[in-house]
T-cell receptor
């Protein structure tokens, strides 16, 4: 069964450092998303991406965040200068193209720990 | 008022019981309603996906949506210990193809053998 894969599963980084989280969406999907889940809190939308541009972003997704689809398979989230409060599980998701919304499939997540 | 409200539990039931999980929401623009299951430190796994009001059944799972009351439910029949997980309700509006999902906090369910 096709699945969204994320690497690494766990990343520890020093405060102020740049970090890149990687995702391989399901191959025929054209919409891509990043969500995050701070420990004990709800899953929160960060950004959606389609046709090589951001479709929508939340207020969490400030100038420290960026997304990129560097090739035909990868989708990345970059945090330029990490803060302690960026520590969370980051989930990548993807969905099929279509006129109506279709369900999003999530990866297993990358646990980011900022120390 | 929170956009999506869900009782975090925990909810403990004996094996074989019928489980009822619920969410309320405030945003009338929501049209797509989902239930995800999340095991500890794993990604959300889609269980049920419903458009607008009505019922949908898939095996032991039944999802109900009442848009007039802004209330959604997930029923699990003949619950099993393997159903022990956190159940997240989620919903989205019509964004023209892509899906910005708003999640509830999740209800932690434990099915006791």
């Amino acid at each position: 069964e096709p699945e969204v894969t994320q690497t690494p599963s766990h990343q520890v980084t020093q405060m102020g450092q740049e970090v890149i989280l990687r995702c391989v969406p399901i191959s025929n999907h054209l919409y891509f998303y990043w969500y995050r889940q701070i420990l004990g809190q709800k899953v929160e939308f960060l950004v959606s991406f389609y046709n090589n541009e951001i479709s929508e972003k939340s207020e969490i997704f400030d100038d420290q965040f960026s997304v990129e689809r560097p090739d035909g398979s990868n989708f990345t989230l970059k945090i330029r200068s990490t803060k302690l409060e960026d520590s969370a599980m980051y989930f990548c998701a993807s969905s099929e193209p279509g006129q109506k919304n279709t369900e999003a499939f999530f990866g297993q997540g990358t646990r980011l720990t900022v120390v | 008022q929170k956009e999506v409200e869900q009782d975090p539990g925990p909810l403990s039931v004996p094996e074989g019981a019928i489980v009822s999980l619920n969410c309320t929401y405030s945003n009338s623009a929501f049209q797509y309603f989902m239930w995800y299951r999340q095991y500890s430190r794993k990604g959300p796994e889609l269980l049920m996906y419903t458009y607008s009001s009505g019922n949908k059944e898939d095996g032991r799972f039944t999802a109900q949506v009442d848009k007039s009351s802004k209330y959604i439910s997930l029923f699990i029949r003949d619950s099993q210990p393997s159903d022990s997980a956190t159940y997240l309700c989620a919903m989205s509006g019509d964004s023209g193809g892509y899906q910005k999902v708003t999640f509830g906090i999740g209800t932690k369910l434990q099915v006791i053998p």
